[in-house]
């Protein structure tokens, strides 16, 4: 028996770690590294309508135990992403879930729709929670009405998968997330990054060029936790949980809150082989803990 | 080929004020081709500070399996990394990025190595392995003052070697600028602060040879996180970039906008 095999809608995962998204490129670089087969799924980094530069740099700043980043959304566009980036990631054995981001519904509609139908793509991720986009993005992320409008479009053009992306950036989070389920959302990813801001000690004024940006990192463990704790008792589809994970402790916490499966973003850059060492401690950690199957731990904080 | 290795320290100790000489020893040394790649430094486990530091690697000796990083203690990361004794392990992961050209200078040509403050250390390897080809080198290193200076002799040992200081204390006052203008040379190898390396490029704009490391604010250090790019200058304003981590840091003067 695999006993990290995991199945979600359009996903069969040999395991539930994945990096995520904007934490991997399009796998480019860690395929020199490592055996990108070994990944349960990739989330890409955020692919929009067109090509896209991002914010002036310094785009990041370290921060007690986190980061703080505001890339914008820099990619090279749908086309690019189509016919580049896809192709190259189809020598491996491992699904794509392509995040998807825009400034207008019609952005992510024509992402979605083109997207989708790319081989290796299996899944969606909506992206309505980048904090770090003038237009756009965050609006989406933070008032439900247009949450679910939004999902509801996308579901229509997608022929994968749908999963909706949650910022933290929201008094109330279970809200955002049953409005997307409406929308019918096949499933939760969260969370994404909290806004935040740095100070310079000696120009006094903010750190990123941007000003704000998006903090993740350990610093925001316990908020994921919280949120997916909340959120996976009050709606019936999966969740992939993130923010801050590090280590196969980690993992079981996020399934014990209530996750499905789980993305490792900014402990990418501190140990870039985090991702592998994660899948070969868990099942030992499982021994410990007295389970056959890691899907056993999904909820059992409240189960 | 990146690797991530611990790596035991050889020695540390303090060369100028505030500037420290880190010799490691690892087998990623073997790895280590082109003087001017860097390596991104975790210096102390857990989250502070959580991120790496990318610090040049300064010398390189094979033979023995040892490299060397100078670096200035400026932050809390540089001053942990400060504190650490012979014995001891840091965690690199390395070697990154692409270094200076050196076969674009010939056998019996002259480079001139322009080095500005912690821009300098990588300098060193690349003097040798330029001599070591039989290019003729000469050096312009400009510090803040006499306390900030390192490493004079050992240039020395390669070529003539001229120091300039902000105030004075020690060598010619001013810029490195100032000293290149009477100098002759073929090719142009420069790192240090974006104002010196802007100065470099526009006094010589027609020049060839002109290659520039720079210094941006990292996340990955190894291509996958956007967070170094800069913007070509065939393209300043449109979505074409480089990333300095592993495009750079080095690149041809021009190529980048600064
Ligand atoms: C390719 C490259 C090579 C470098 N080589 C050397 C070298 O050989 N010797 C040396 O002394 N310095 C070098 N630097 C600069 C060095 O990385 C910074 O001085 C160092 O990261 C400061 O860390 P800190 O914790 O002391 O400072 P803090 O201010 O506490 O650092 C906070 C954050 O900002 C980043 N940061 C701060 N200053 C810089 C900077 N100037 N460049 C990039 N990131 C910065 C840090 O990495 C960290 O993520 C190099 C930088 C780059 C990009
Ligand atoms: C440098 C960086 C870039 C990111 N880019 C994206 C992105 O393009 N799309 C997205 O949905 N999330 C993006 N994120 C958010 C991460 O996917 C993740 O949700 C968040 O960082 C929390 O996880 P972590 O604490 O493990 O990093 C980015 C995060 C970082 C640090
Ligand atoms: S530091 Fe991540 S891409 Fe350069």
Known sequence: MNRLETQLPGLNLKNPVMPASGCFGFGREFGGLYNLNDLGAIMIKATTVEPRFGNPTPRVAETAAGMLNAIGLQNPGIDGVMNNELPWLEQFDVPIIANVAGSTEEDYVEVAKRISTAANVQALELNISCPNVKTGGIAFGTIPEVAKSLTKKVKEVSVVPVYVKLSPNVTNIVEMAKAVEDGGADGLTMINTLLGMRLDLKTAKPILANKTGGLSGPAIKPVAIRMIHDVSQQVNIPIIGMGGIESAEDVIEFFYAGASAIAVGTANFVDPFVCPKIIKDLPELLDQLGFDHISECTGRSWN | ?258
Do not use: W
């Open chain 2, 1 to 258: 080929m990146i690797v991530n290795e611990h790596c035991s320290i050889v020695s540390q100790r303090e060369i100028a004020e505030n500037i420290y000489e880190l010799i490691l020893h690892g087998e990623l040394t073997s790895k280590m081709n082109e003087p001017g790649q860097f390596v991104h430094v975790k210096v102390a486990s857990g989250y502070a500070p959580l991120l790496r530091r990318p610090l040049s690697i300064a010398h390189v000796n094979k033979e023995n399996q040892e490299f060397t990083l100078i670096y200035r203690k400026d932050g809390r990361g540089t001053a942990i990394l400060s504190s650490k004794k012979t014995s001891e392990t840091v965690d690199i992961l390395g070697p990154l990025g692409h270094g200076f050209p050196i076969e674009e200078t010939k056998a019996g040509e002259t480079a001139v190595l322009v080095g500005g403050g912690i821009g300098v250390p990588p300098l060193y390897e690349l003097s040798k392995q330029l001599v070591k080809k039989g290019v003729n080198v000469k050096h312009v290193l400009g510090f803040q003052n006499h306390a900030a200076v390192f490493y004079e002799d050992k240039f020395k040992s390669f070529g003539s070697t001229y120091v300039t200081t902000v105030d004075g204390s020690h060598g010619t006052k001013g810029f490195v600028t100032d000293v290149m203008n009477e100098l002759s040379f073929d090719t142009i190898y420069s790192c240090g602060p974006t104002a010196m390396l802007k100065a470099v490029e526009a006094g010589y704009a027609t020049h060839k040879k002109v290659y520039v490391s720079l210094e941006e604010r990292m996340g990955c250090g190894i291509g996958a996180c956007f967070a170094c790019v800069c913007h070509t200058a065939d393209d300043p304003f449109g979505f074409s970039y480089k990333k300095v981590c592993t495009d750079g840091p080095v690149f041809k003067a021009g190529e980048v906008v600064l």
